[in-house]
């Protein structure tokens, strides 16, 4: 801890630091006033030295720095940084600061209780005279500068005192002070106001009258109008502007609860004391506040009052808190000439008047948290319900509330929305055209309600032809000439209320490719730095216009994003080239790491304002993948349709390898078919082989041999054409797979070879590699099984001397086949559990179900049944999440044979 608030001191664990002479001591006490900012050179050396700087004083000032470094080592989080114009202290643990922070705090501090101890923690820092032991001109006016802080902190606390009734305490100490400030006006108020709470109303006047004469023989003035009020008042004898508990007013403010109301269980659980309900406009808020306050009216005894802030509202501006604090007091009673004209006072006042009262406030609307904290009453017997489209972390963090958030209605509960609304019979008479529109408001609660109130207004038309509206127009099927009825206008509400900066990011978000958004793809897409975006960003999340889902990634509600892209101008060709640039670059990179030995492909550099993190390792850029594709996917899209051919083709390249692995083949279909139409505007050959080639397997792979050979066979035309031997070897490799699944093991053994050729010609080991295991497959097909493991162990011995790799898996599956098929279950199972280990580890499922089925049948040859069991029912499972439902049906038989053999152990 760094003291100034007295002698200039530091300590470690209650343990003096000596801080060297007191000029040293000086330029510690220089830099602490300041921590955390910059104190340039010059300006410390005349806090230091005074006008009269000697010449060597940036030197000594060095010196200095230097040795209190040395005598600070101990002393934890306190550091002394050289920065390029000055020097900064950085420490958490400076009484100043943490006088200056309880200050800070307690103004903010709606309670006064509170707010008293705050700056009674305060004022206990200071220990003496500040800067005690400093010289020079700095430090003299420092000190006094620093007692004129402890002095309001002093009367601030006085203040609070007197509002929680504590003056009769106050009386000996206002006393002194009114003696040693005789013309300051705020200790003489306070002194007249402890007097008459003690009682004293006469000694009170007295003392107007006395510091009245002495301002105008002293300083020829009236008392200023505070001072004069505060007279007329006592005048008065004005009461204590309370009720009698006999003639207490009951206010019964509540609006009608909402009906129907449905759901929302787990949401009307958690409501009771001081809470926030918080979501996007529309969402129910106000519904579900009302909704529980009906069903818990006789709780509160003493009453329920209710006011709309109009934080969100279309025609005027937020309600001033002290508005709607007179408005309370009018409801308990309170004369209107009665109410204090200080918006301190007034919200004392209502605080006073709850205190003993079990009563519910509903403050609806809420805009900010400092346009409640006024309207919150000391008392814990009262239950406070806040609904703000922000999340006002201020009242959970400074004011104990806990958090609601809303969220859409789940299907269920907006079925039974619609259900209620439209009546049970049309409801289920019309139940295909009630599932299209649950699906289309995603359980929106406004949406929901709008289409309900159109199919009401509009009886003879079929809920089908809402839904085509509501399809086709979007937003505006939901619009309406009555604003609280117009989804559009709501969100527009919200937008009102976005700074200039997010209501453009916003904007972005709405036109981003994907149904969610990471860090470092939003900061592409709104060219900021990441932190920057991030601020943006939790903006948007505390307007409830945007959320985070179980995974951190961004998300939006459909009906929101549309709104979000039909009020930006224009689409922003800029932001969505750096979006498709970091989704391509990064998985261009991901793909590297998970297939290093596939040739390259050559980008152009990304965007400037891109923020690639490409991962570092397989499984890092398995789960980026896992994460991103939906995201590529649909930059792919908007790239086909924006002509950018390149990006197009170029991402369905960097998907190719993933969508392989993960065995999602009619996506891998729909890419390569977007790459196709693409490549048909490329000048290079190269692509329109490629994009023929993989449009082939995935048609195979489907099912479709005859469209997968022709798309095959157009590849290798034009391979031929181009004289391209390296996607000749490529497409025949192909070949032999496609004419393997249509079971014509010959044909698949002649492309093989044929590829093989090519391979051993290019000098290529890897490619070589892979024909010899292709080779060796459809060798082992064939029954030739000698010529067979000659193939495989050569391509092995070739692929060992590289990493792991799919390739290695894939031939050790091969040779596990071979040796099973000749009969030698022990070597096909040491294969195969090689070949499943290596699967497993690179993260691929579409390699690991084979090995499990071959290694079952191994097992089962040599009668070891619950070895065979295990992996076959492994294998069921994972040939059922792949989709191959032949393959089910096999293994299950398999299995069923186990059985019936009674041999299932």
Request: net charge negative; proline share 5%.
């Amino acid at each position: 801890m760094l003291r100034l608030l007295g002698e200039v001191a530091a300590d470690v664990h209650g343990r003096p630091v000596d801080l060297g002479p007191a000029k040293q001591q000086c330029v510690l006490a220089a830099l602490a006033v300041e921590v955390g900012r910059v104190v340039p050179a010059e300006r410390l050396a005349v806090r230091v030295w005074g006008e009269d700087v000697p010449r060597r004083a940036r030197a000594t000032l060095h010196s200095y720095i230097s040795r209190l470094r040395q005598a600070l080592a101990d002393v934890d989080g306190v550091a002394i940084e050289r920065r390029s114009s000055g020097y900064a202290l950085i420490s958490d643990a400076v009484d100043l600061h943490e006088f200056q922070a309880l200050r800070a705090a307690a103004r903010e501090e709606a309670d006064d209780t509170s707010a008293a101890r705050l700056l009674t923690d305060a004022l206990e820092l200071w220990r003496g005279e500040a800067l005690t032991g400093l010289d020079g001109e700095w430090a003299e006016t420092e000190r006094a500068r620093l007692e004129r802080e402890r002095l309001t902190a002093q009367q601030d606390l006085v203040d609070a005192r007197l509002r929680l009734g504590q003056g009769e305490w106050l009386v000996v100490e206002l006393a002194a002070q009114a003696e040693e400030h005789p013309l300051d006006e705020r200790v003489a108020g306070q002194y007249m106001r402890a007097l008459n709470q003690a009682g004293r109303t006469a000694d009170a006047l007295e003392h107007y009258r006395r510091t009245r004469a002495r301002l105008v023989e002293e300083l020829g003035t009236e008392p200023g109008a505070a001072l004069g009020a505060l007279h007329r008042k006592l005048l008065a004898a004005d009461p204590a502007l309370t009720v009698a508990p006999g003639e207490r007013v009951v206010p019964r403010q509540l609006p009608a609860a909402p009906a129907p109301f449905v759901g929302r269980t787990d949401e009307l659980d958690r409501l009771g004391d001081t809470v926030v309900i918080a979501g996007v406009g529309g969402i129910g808020k106000t519904w579900l506040a009302l909704h529980w306050a009906h069903r818990h009216v006789d709780r509160f005894p003493d009453g329920q009052l209710f006011v709309d802030l109009r934080g969100f509202s279309p025609d005027s501006t937020p309600m001033d808190p002290a508005v709607a604090v007179r408005g309370f007091l009018g409801a308990l009673g309170v004369d209107p000439g009665q109410v204090p004209a200080d918006p301190h006072a007034r919200s004392a006042l209502f605080r006073s008047l709850v205190a003993d009262r079990r009563m519910l406030l509903v403050l609806d609307n809420a805009v900010d948290t400092a346009q409640v904290a006024p309207l919150l009453p000391g008392s814990e017997q009262c239950t406070v319900i806040v609904t703000s489209r922000y999340r006002l972390t201020g009242l959970v963090t400074g004011h104990g509330a806990h958090h609601v958030p809303l969220d859409m209605l789940g299907e269920t509960e907006a079925r039974e929305l619609l259900r209620d609304r439209l009546g049970a019979t049309r409801a289920e008479a019309e139940r295909t055209a009630v599932d299209r529109l649950i699906a289309l408001c995603g359980g929106f609660p406004l949406a929901l309600t709008i289409i309900a109130a159109h199919a009401q207004t509009r009886p003879l038309l079929p809920l089908a032809a809402l839904a085509d509206e509501l399809d086709d127009l979007g937003l505006s099927a939901l619009d309406d000439d009555d604003p609280t009825a117009s989804l559009p206008s709501v969100l527009s509400w919200s937008h009102r209320a976005l700074t200039p900066d997010e209501a453009s990011a916003f904007a972005l978000l709405g036109i981003a490719p994907g149904p969610d958004i990471g860090i470092h793809a939003a900061a592409s897409l709104v060219g900021l730095p990441i932190n920057a975006t991030r601020t943006l960003l939790r903006g948007l999340e505390q307007a409830s216009l945007l959320g985070r889902d179980a995974r951190g990634r961004y998300v939006m509600h459909d009906l929101v994003r549309r709104y979000a892209a039909e009020i930006a101008d224009e689409v922003p060709e800029a932001a969505l080239r750096r979006v498709a640039d970091f989704y391509l670059h990064t998985a261009y990179a991901c793909d590297r790491l998970l297939a290093p030995p596939r040739e390259p492909v050559t980008l152009d550099p990304p965007a400037p304002g891109v923020h690639l993190q490409p991962p570092d390792h397989r499984a890092a850029a398995m789960v980026w993948f896992e994460t991103e594709h939906e995201c590529l996917l649909a930059v792919q899209q908007v790239s086909l349709e924006r002509g950018w051919q390149h990006t197009t083709w170029r991402i369905a390249w960097a998907l190719n390898t993933f969508l392989q692995v993960r065995v999602l083949t009619r996506t891998w279909l729909d890419v390569w078919q977007r790459a196709w139409r693409a490549a048909e505007h490329l000048a290079e050959p190269a692509m329109r082989v490629l994009a023929h080639q993989y449009l082939g397997l995935a048609h195979s792979d489907l099912g479709r041999s005859q469209e997968g050979t022709r798309y095959l066979q157009q590849a290798l035309s034009l391979a031929e054409q181009h004289n391209d031997e390296v996607n000749q070897g490529h497409v025949h490799r192909a070949l032999a797979r496609a004419w393997e699944q249509q079971g014509d093991h010959h044909q698949a053994l002649e492309h093989s070879e044929r590829s093989l050729s090519f391979y051993r010609r290019l000098g290529n080991p890897t490619w070589e590699a892979t024909g010899l295991n292709t080779v060796g497959w459809d060798l082992a097909k064939l029954g030739r099984h000698d010529r067979a493991r000659d193939h495989c162990r050569e391509a092995l011995a070739l692929l060992r001397q590289s990493a792991p790799s799919a390739e290695q898996a894939n031939t050790l599956d091969s040779l596990g086949y071979i040796e099973r098929r000749a009969g030698n279950h022990e070597e096909a199972i040491t294969y195969y559990r090689e070949a499943l280990a290596m699967y497993r580890d690179l993260g691929n499922r579409l390699g690991v179900v084979d090995p499990l089925d071959g290694l079952g049948h191994a097992h089962a040859a040599l009668g070891r049944h619950s070895e065979a069991r295990a992996v076959w029912e492994e294998a069921v499972e994972l040939y059922r999440q792949l989709g191959r439902d032949e393959d089910v049906r096999r293994v299950r038989q398999q299995l069923d044979t186990l059985d019936h053999a009674g041999l299932a152990q």
